[in-house]
């Protein structure tokens, strides 16, 4: 069953349990489905509301990018988890010989860049949720204001904290300059994502 799928109970209680996965990184995904979630109801409230027809039709936009978002992100709930357990798996093969000792390291290394390359979707993903907060930012039902802060603060710690699983998994990565590169595009989504949610 994907952890998507579960109810919210579900979700917390396996999330609060000693398994290391779901962790963080699933959680990340999550706040940024939610901050997408919410900014689509918020849309939806508006465009319900004549007195906004003006910005019917950028609202409609809008929408259609939140939900895109909404389903990436949930996505990545699960992603972020079947990456950690790639990783684990890793620690369960033989490393006897010298041949199974090269296999084993090179298996770990593409596990962690693709434990990191997760995250950093996420970030990704959430950080076109604040484009998108920011393109209808004055334009939505005042009623709504507490819901698109919301919306704002969840998205952006859903970069905030999708930053901190790809740092950690780029610790073990050997790759330099993969790491490197990385590393950088972390930064600057970081510093986009910062900017933007100063709505």
């Given at each position: ?150 919306a704002v603060l969840s998205a952006l710690a859903s970069v905030r ?39």
């Open positions: 069953m994907l952890l998507q799928d579960h109810t919210i109970k579900q979700f917390t209680e396996v999330l609060a349990s000693k398994a290391p996965a779901p962790g963080g990184g699933s959680v990340a995904a999550l706040n940024g489905a939610l901050a997408a979630a919410l900014l689509h109801m918020v849309c939806e409230l508006t465009l319900g509301n004549e007195k906004y027809s003006e910005f019917h039709a950028e609202m409609k936009e809008i929408m259609a990018g939140a939900k895109k978002l909404q389903q990436e992100l949930l996505s990545g709930v699960d992603e972020d988890t079947e990456a950690y357990n790639k990783v684990s798996a890793v620690f369960t093969m033989p490393k006897e010989t010298t041949e199974e000792k090269a296999a084993r390291s090179e298996a770990m290394q593409t596990a962690l860049k693709g434990a990191a390359a997760t995250p950093l979707q996420t970030m990704k993903s959430s950080l076109k949720c604040l484009e998108l907060l920011k393109a209808a930012a004055g334009k939505t039902n005042p009623n709504c204001e507490s819901d698109f802060g919301v904290s999708a930053a901190l699983n790809v740092k950690i998994n780029l610790s073990g990565i050997k790759d330099v300059a993969y790491s490197e590169k990385t590393a950088a595009e972390t930064n600057e989504i970081l510093a986009q994502a910062e900017k933007l949610a100063n709505i």
